[in-house]
T-cell receptor, first 114, second 114 residues
């Protein structure tokens, strides 16, 4: 079975500081990994994804994540936080079971201080 | 190309009534997934459908909940005899086929049960 653990339900950073949101996964087969962002009362927007190939993936809005198989991690980073980054972030894992069922982490709410 | 559409965006029901949530996938997408998000929680998988077929309903409550995706028209998530615990945001996602892990999410339907 697959699972996703996001460390820290709330993360607070100052504007301009590094953003690091942690995600660890469990999967018995090679996973596909995603980060989504959710703004209040809105749906989920895909930030980035890892399927195969390069382990460092770049996404929208300056975010990137690195797939580390040995650590079963897929942490999300951004060098410099912006006020508009304040939102809820979800890490997710999908595996091919004849279709893809996506398992989400509980989410990390990012606060950005001026 | 319009994205995934869900309606209504907000739905209020009294206990015991029925709720019908609709999802129109992206054009060309024949796979639909439903997820539920309870307040302050991540998304939980409910059901995966293809046209006229339920592929995986392992996340659906055993009673009162049903889903369909007919040959023509939107996918419907139906909740009979709603209770207060059904209050949540329900998200639909679509993908073009079973070989793609990436899912595209709709804006969600927020159900409130009085």
């Amino acid at each position: 079975a697959q699972s996703v653990t996001q460390l820290g339900s709330h993360v607070s950073v100052s504007e301009g500081a590094l953003v690091l949101l942690r995600c660890n996964y469990s999967s018995s087969v090679p996973p596909y990994l995603f980060w989504y962002v959710q703004y209040p009362n809105q749906g989920l927007q895909l930030l980035l994804k890892y399927t195969t190939g390069a382990t460092l993936v770049k996404g929208i809005n300056g975010f990137e994540a690195e797939f580390k198989k040995s650590e079963t991690s897929f942490h999300l980073t951004k060098p410099s936080a912006h006020m508009s980054d304040a939102a809820e972030y979800f890490c997710a894992v999908s595996v091919d079971t004849g279709g893809f069922k996506t398992i989400f982490g509980a989410g990390t709410r990012l606060f950005v201080k001026a | 190309n319009a994205g995934v559409m869900q309606n209504p965006r907000h739905l209020v029901r009294r206990r015991g009534q029925e709720a019908r949530l609709r999802c129109s996938p992206m054009k060309g997408h024949s796979h639909v997934y439903w997820y539920r998000q309870l307040p302050e929680e991540g998304l939980k998988f409910m059901v995966y459908l293809q046209k006229e077929n339920i592929i995986d309903e392992s996340g659906m409550p055993k009673e009162r909940f049903s889903a369909e995706f007919p040959k023509e028209g939107p996918s419907i998530l139906r909740i009979q005899q709603v209770v207060r615990g059904d209050s949540a945001a329900y998200f639909c996602a679509s993908s073009p086929d079973s070989r793609r892990a990436e899912q595209f999410f709709g804006p969600g339907t927020r159900l409130t049960v009085l």
